[in-house]
């Protein structure tokens, strides 16, 4: 039994080089020294729950969360339920509320964290997390980086227009540059892959549900995006095939997009 926990605590480790950003590619036997066993505890979140509120005055988290695997964690503000962060396997959520760095600077309105789909994460202890910090210079580095990615994903947001093309391609350009940077995508394929319902799309576009279909369905029609070719993927799977055509769908105006229909 004892032996398997080990193996099981050791899995987890080898798991986190493997595919978290944060420790991609770490030595393992370095990195036990910080993750003892005791914090090694794979979680459960499921779908449509609120993990917490970040942003709240004077109030902080008391761990970073690891996305291990499946899921899709989103954070929403208030009081217009837009979606300003996404966050998917591979990445962390929680920096912004933890008691050091800039969680001590970042300010903002409250926003409620939740776990759209039901996910798998580790939770490491803020002191660990601030430890590492402050040990290791490819780790503070890791750090600066998942900082900037978020207000680049919100920079992107923020050119989200009216004209529902733009506005979806505005969500799908962060995303990519989100999870290229992180190392997560593209796939072997050259093809980027995400789970992303419409409901997602429409809370983060401020775009109604059905316009979202029609963008959708214009942009399979000229070729931005393809069908899954696994017929068991997820109906909300995504997969873009020209990210460069995408990139002018996000910079034109309603003149240059000749596939949509409504002027």
């Known amino acids: 039994m004892v032996k398997s926990r080990q193996k099981a605590e050791l899995n987890l480790i080898q798991r986190l080089i493997e595919k978290n950003f944060l420790f991609r590619g770490m030595e393992e036997g370095w990195l036990e020294e910080y993750l003892s066993p005791s914090l090694l505890k794979e979680e459960k979140l499921f779908s449509n729950r609120p993990i917490y509120t970040a942003f709240r005055p004077d109030e902080f988290i008391d761990g970073l969360y690891l996305t291990l695997d499946e899921g899709l964690v989103i954070m929403r503000s208030a009081p217009l339920d837009r979606i300003i962060a996404i966050t998917y396997p591979g990445g962390c959520f929680g920096l912004h509320s933890l008691r050091f760095s ?34 290791s210079e490819l780790f503070r580095q890791r750090y600066y980086l998942l900082f900037e990615l978020r207000q680049k994903f919100q920079y992107h947001l923020l050119n989200c227009s009216t004209y529902p093309p733009q506005a979806v391609a505005s969500l799908l350009r962060a995303l990519i540059y989100q999870e290229r940077e992180l190392g997560n995508q593209p796939n072997v394929q050259g093809i980027y892959e995400f789970d992303l319902p419409i409901d997602v799309i429409a809370r983060a576009c401020q775009l109604n549900q059905r316009t979202v279909e029609q963008v959708l369905k214009g942009m399979h029609k000229v070729g931005l995006l393809t069908p899954p070719k696994n017929a068991e993927a997820s109906t909300d799977l995504l997969c873009i095939v020209d990210p460069e055509g995408l990139k002018e769908v996000y910079s034109a105006t309603r003149d240059k997009v000749s596939w949509w229909p409504l002027r």
């Open 102 to 135: 800039f969680g001590l600077a970042v300010q903002g309105f409250p926003s409620l964290v939740e776990a759209y789909k039901t996910t798998h994460v580790l939770k490491i202890p803020v002191e660990t997390i601030q430890r590492l910090y402050e040990e």
